[in-house]
């Protein structure tokens, strides 16, 4: 129940270092090795790619953890929409292993493919909230987020806890392979830093309610940039935005904005930016100042490592490759008091229901 929360959203946001911690122990031992069974990491490496499939926020997850996949296993992995890749399915590889992320298990999007996938014979795994829901029944294996029961529409705490399942599985992977990255990354604890980061963001979130009445309250649009692992949270970010408060938000890959998009900046637009790659941390700040440059009011979240004066917030220091799981924090606090700040329904967005059960 929502306690002494006024809703179960900021409720769930809260929760997050806690789910973290709690999938540390599920899914590590003691002696810091990955607990997960062995016959479904044998079946995920007897596959030559990984098919990533699911719906909104869930969708974004996968978008990350293609990318800790792909570093920590060296497995080829694709992200694919649930009402797309249904009816408009690549030529798949030789050997293909489909991975299905949705919270509530019981998305008919996903189901669809899933449907499709048992049919063609294939082998899949559910990641799921929802024990014994339809999608973890219908797959060959489930592996559980964890997250306890998440009530609010605007999925918080299932998309961090998503992407840590995903990091824990890849580090299993990763390590059955005998790849250096995997073998190096000690997960129990770089996790157990995120946790602490996501702590020390949630004890400060009053300050988000300020930046989100000085940057969202009298607008009706903006924009969230970033690129790579920063460009997913940055769609991450502008859905939950336009999910609770109604405003206009697009998330865009920060190269991209120069192609088309620029042309809706006007006077005091938010842009918010995202910086936690050192790789394309100067190309994001020069696209914060093109549109600065254009009347554009910049918002830029950035790595501790990568920050400069002025930066509006600073993120505490985590593994590079999980900087989106602390990323993400400051960008749901947004939404919930812009939402709150506009006197919506939080917990209950118009148009929307918790889980989506036609195709
Ligand atoms: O239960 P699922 O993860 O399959 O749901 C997928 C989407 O419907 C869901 O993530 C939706 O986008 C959320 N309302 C976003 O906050």
Not at 271 to 285: E, K, S
């Amino acid at each position: 129940e929502k306690g002494v929360y006024d809703h179960y959203m900021l409720k769930e946001i809260d929760e997050q270092p806690a789910v973290i911690r709690k999938l540390i122990n599920a899914y590590t031992t003691i002696s810091g090795d990955t607990r997960i069974d062995e016959q479904l990491l044998e079946r995920i490496l007897a596959s030559d790619r990984l098919y990533i499939v699911a719906c909104g926020t869930s969708w974004h997850a996968g978008l990350v953890g293609k990318e800790i996949i792909e570093t920590l296993a060296e497995i080829p992995v694709e992200v694919h929409l649930s009402s797309e890749f249904g009816y408009h399915m690549p030529i798949l590889s030789e050997k293909p292993y489909f991975i299905f992320l949705s919270q509530s298990g019981e998305t008919a999007d996903s189901r669809q493919v899933l449907v499709t996938v048992n049919k063609k014979g294939y082998d899949s795994l559910t990641i799921t909230n929802v024990n014994g829901s339809t999608l973890s029944r219908e797959a060959t294996d489930t592996l559980l987020l964890h997250a306890g029961p998440e009530i609010a529409v605007a999925s918080t705490k299932a998309y961090t806890s998503q992407i840590a399942v995903m990091t824990f599985l890849a580090r299993a992977l990763g390590v059955k392979k005998g790849i250096q990255a995997a073998c190096r990354f000690d997960v129990a604890y770089e996790m157990g830093l995120v946790a602490n980061g996501m702590d020390q963001l949630i004890s400060e979130k009053h300050e988000y309610d300020r930046y989100s009445r000085e940057y969202f309250l009298n607008h009706a649009h903006a924009f969230y940039i970033g690129r790579g692992l920063d460009y997913a949270v940055a769609l991450e970010g502008a859905l939950k935005l336009k999910e609770i408060s109604y405003i206009h938000a697009e998330g865009f890959a920060a190269g991209e904005l120069k192609h088309g998009t620029i042309a809706l900046i006007e006077e005091g637009t938010p842009v918010l930016g995202l910086i936690t790659n050192q790789a394309t941390a100067a190309h994001t700040r020069g696209n914060l100042m093109e549109v600065a440059s254009r009347g554009a009011r910049t918002i830029v979240v950035a790595a501790e490592e990568l920050a400069s004066e002025g930066d509006d917030i600073v993120l505490p220091s985590v593994h590079p490759l999980l900087r989106s799981l602390v990323s993400v924090v400051p960008l749901q606090l947004l939404a919930y008091y812009a939402s709150l700040q506009r006197g919506l329904d939080v917990d209950k967005p118009r148009n929307l229901a918790k889980s989506v059960t036609v195709e």
